[in-house]
């Protein structure tokens, strides 16, 4: 079986990884936990309901001119899916996973205020488990993952914590859906952030 990997993930990781050794401003790492709540058709509304997600992001400052900083990131990301409720399955789960790599864009309007935006692509793997006494059905897809999303923080000692609102999108070339599970996705991010900059 061949695994094929999306070039723009090939490419995401060489910048990252460039980028290192040429990095003027430090590094950073990130963690984000909140809420995915699906904005895309009925269809997909009706299956899922807001979920919780967690995820994390390491990158490099490239940049750091007149309080804007300029770098890149990689991330990863899950969300607990809550899914349709089939009351006849004894024990049903869903879940995403997301791999990410892209650009950010901080500007710190004030010692204590930073203001990033930022917009990752990727990998997106929808995957949907059932089992009805000693049945088991499992779903899975791989797609594109695009994730544009902004962020307000305010530093405090090291790190610097606020809240970030962003629309991911899942797309998968394949059929919408299989059995149970919505591959496709478009949801609004609701997450609070935890990041430290690291010199």
């Known amino acids: ?3 094929r990997v999306p070039t723009v993930t090939v490419a995401s990781v060489i910048l990252l990884c460039a ?3 040429y990095a003027r401003a430090g590094g950073f790492a990130e963690g984000v936990v909140g809420i995915a709540s699906p904005i895309s058709d009925s269809t997909y509304n009706d299956e ?3 979920s ?3 995820g994390v992001r390491i990158g490099s400052w490239l940049r750091d001119q007149d309080h804007v900083l300029l770098g890149f990131e990689l991330a990863a990301d899950i969300t607990f899916l809550d899914g349709p409720d089939l009351p006849i399955l004894t024990d049903e789960s869903y879940h995403r996973i997301r ?3 892209g650009v950010r864009i901080a500007y710190d309007a004030t010692n204590t205020v930073r203001v990033t935006g930022r917009m990752d692509v990727g990998v997106d793997y929808t995957r949907a488990s059932s089992m009805l006494v000693n049945t088991s059905n499992t779903a899975s ?3 594109l993952a695009v994730d544009p999303s902004v962020a307000l923080q305010i530093h405090l000692g090291a790190g610097s914590y606020g809240v970030e ?3 991911p999108i899942g797309t998968h070339s394949g059929k919408d859906s299989d059995a149970f599970v919505n591959y496709n996705s478009y949801d609004f991010d609701f997450l609070f952030v935890a ?4 010199d």
Do not use: E, Q, R
């Open 19 to 21: 980028a290192g050794s």
């Open 1 to 3: 079986m061949k695994v």
């Open 195 to 198: 990041s430290v900059d690291i």
């Open 165 to 167: 609102v962003g629309v």
């Open 99 to 101: 791999a990410l790599g």
């Open 141 to 143: 897809d791989l797609g």
């Open 52 to 54: 919780p997600k967690l």
């Open 48 to 50: 899922y309901d807001a």
